[in-house]
C-alpha cells in the first residue's frame, strides 16, 4: 500500500556511528489512485475536496469513510452503505482501501500466529499475534529489515529496505482484526455522522471486551523511533477513538535505546515504554546492542528516568535475552538491579530464553541459570517474569519466517533451474 508521494519518507541510517538522513520515497501506485489508509481524518477530507468536493461535503464523507475505514474494518467503498450508491464509484475510481498482502500465515500449536506480508511494492515484513489467557498481543513491525544489528536478533541481519509507511503500520492491526474476524457487525442506524467533525478525537476507551486482540507491542522488524513519524501517525489512528480506539495503556513501544527520541515518544505518542536492554556493562552491551556505541547506558537509563507518564502504576519494561555466558552471571543480575536501582526506574524485567537461528553467533542460558537469574532479581523486589517461548514450531522469532521464506524461493529457484538443465540435456 503506498502513502501519498507528498508525505515525507526519510530515515536516519544510524549505522555504528552516526547517523544520517537519507530521504528513502515510497514507490507510487501504478494506477495512480491514494490509499487511505495510515491518513488522518483531515487530509483525507482535503484529498476529497482537491478531488471535487466543496469543503463542507468533503468533511462530512471524510467522517463516514474514516468510521468505515476504522471501525468497521470494511475494505471496498460498495460496503459503505450510507454513502450514497453514485459516490462509490467515484471514490473507487480515485482512492484505494489497502491491507498489507500476506505471503503467508502460520498457526503454531501454542495459538500463535504469524504472517508474513508484503507492500504493494513488494518488500516483506512480518506480524505476530501472541494469544495468552488473559491478552492477545499483535507484535507489529515498524521497518523491512533494520539498521542495528543487535547480534542476537535475527531480524538485525537483514538490510534496511526501508521504512514502513503509516498506513502499512496501521494495515497490520486492520489485517489481524480481519484475520480474527474482529470488526463490529450490525447496522450502523443510530449513528450521528452529520455532525460537526472532532479534529481532535479524544484517546482510545477500547476494553478487552471479550477480543481477542487486546494489545500492541511495537516490537517486531526494524527500530520503530528511527522511524518515528510515521509510527506515531500510525498509532494515533489505532488510539483515535472514533477508529481502531486501542488505549495507549494496551500499546507499547520498543526501542533498542535511540536516547534523543524517547523523551518525543512519551510527548507525542504517549504509549508504554520497552527498553532492549540485554546487557549491564559497555563492553557487552556494545557487542550485543551496537547502538549501545552512540548512546551509552547511563544516557540510556537516564532518559528512561525521564520518560514522560511513567510510574509504578506504568513501568517500563526492559527486555532481557539470555545468552550463555555472554550477559547471565549472578553479577550480571545484581548490576541490572544496581543500575535499575540508582535511577529509580519504575521497573519490569522480561526475561526471555534465546531463541537460536541457524548460525547464530550465541546459544540460550540454561534453565537453571535463568532461574537463578530471575530470582536475583525477583528478591530485590523488581518484577522478573521468563517469558515463555512461543511459536517456535513456526519460526515466530523476529525475522525468520522471512528469511525461512526465503530460502524456500531459493530452493525452488535451483529446483527449476535443475529441472530446466534436465530438460534441455
Ligand atoms: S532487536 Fe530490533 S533494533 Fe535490534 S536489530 Fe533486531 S529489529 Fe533491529
Known amino acids: 500500500m503506498n502513502a501519498p508521494t507528498s508525505l515525507p519518507v526519510s530515515m536516519p541510517i544510524p549505522g555504528h556511528v552516526d547517523p544520517v538522513p537519507v530521504p528513502r520515497p515510497v514507490t507510487p501506485r501504478e494506477d495512480g489512485r491514494t490509499d487511505l489508509i495510515g491518513l488522518p481524518r483531515p487530509q483525507i477530507a482535503a484529498l476529497f475536496q482537491e478531488a471535487g468536493l466543496d469543503a463542507k461535503a468533503a468533511k462530512l464523507r471524510a467522517k463516514q469513510v474514516f468510521h468505515w475505514l476504522y471501525h ?14 453514485t459516490m462509490r464509484p467515484w471514490l473507487a475510481e480515485r482512492f484505494v482501501i489497502g491491507r498489507p498482502q500476506v505471503v503467508e500465515a502460520q498457526v503454531s500449536t501454542d495459538g500463535t500466529r504469524k504472517w508474513l506480508l508484503r507492500t504493494a ?32 536478533c535475527h531480524t538485525g541481519t537483514m538490510k534496511l529496505v526501508r521504512n514502513l509507511t503509516p498506513g502499512e503500520i496501521v494495515g497490520q492491526v486492520m489485517l489481524a482484526r480481519d484475520a480474527l474476524g474482529e470488526w463490529p457487525k450490525g447496522s450502523m442506524a443510530g449513528l450521528d455522522l452529520t455532525d460537526e467533525v472532532e479534529e481532535d478525537a479524544d484517546e482510545g476507551s477500547y476494553t478487552a471486551d471479550g477480543r481477542l486482540l487486546t494489545n500492541i507491542v511495537m516490537m517486531g522488524m526494524g527500530e520503530p523511533l528511527y522511524n518515528f513519524d510515521n509510527v506515531r501517525d500510525a498509532l494515533k489512528l ?60 547511563e544516557e540510556l537509563l537516564q532518559a528512561c528516568a525521564d520518560y514522560p507518564g511513567a510510574s509504578n502504576a506504568r513501568r517500563i519494561t526492559f527486555e532481557y535475552v539470555m545468552l550463555k555466558d555472554r550477559n547471565d552471571s549472578d553479577d550480571d543480575a545484581r548490576e541490572l538491579v544496581r543500575l535499575l536501582k540508582q535511577y529509580k526506574l519504575p521497573a519490569k524485567v522480561n526475561l526471555i530464553p534465546f531463541n537460536p537461528w541457524p548460525g547464530a553467533p550465541y546459544e540460550c542460558s540454561t534453565p537453571e541459570r535463568v532461574k537463578r537469574f530471575a530470582e536475583i532479581v525477583f528478591e530485590a523486589g523488581i518484577s522478573a517474569p521468563v517469558r515463555t517461548p512461543r511459536g517456535r514450531d513456526i519460526d515466530a522469532a523476529c525475522g525468520q519466517l522471512k528469511t525461512a521464506a526465503e530460502r524456500r524461493s531459493r530452493a525452488e529457484l535451483d529446483r527449476l533451474a535443475a529441472e530446466k538443465q534436465a530438460a534441455l540435456g
Open 72 to 85: 468497521r474494518g470494511v475494505t471496498t467503498f460498495e460496503a459503505m452503505t450510507d454513502i450514497a450508491k
Open 121 to 152: 511494492d513488494g518488500h516483506d515484513f512480518e506480524m505476530v499475534f501472541i494469544p495468552d489467557a488473559d491478552r492477545g498481543t499483535l507484535c507489529v513491525s515498524s521497518q523491512v529489515g533494520c539498521t542495528l544489528n543487535c547480534r542476537f
Open 238 to 297: 489505532v488510539m483515535d477513538g472514533d477508529g481502531l480506539a486501542l488505549s495507549k495503556r494496551r500499546i507499547t513501544l520498543s526501542t533498542a535505546g535511540v536516547v534523543p527520541m524517547m523523551a518525543r515518544a512519551g510527548e507525542e505518542i504517549g504509549v508504554n515504554l520497552a527498553v532492549s536492554l540485554h546487557a549491564v556493562t559497555k563492553d557487552v552491551r556494545d557487542e550485543i546492542v551496537p547502538i549501545n556505541r552512540k548512546f551509552g547506558l
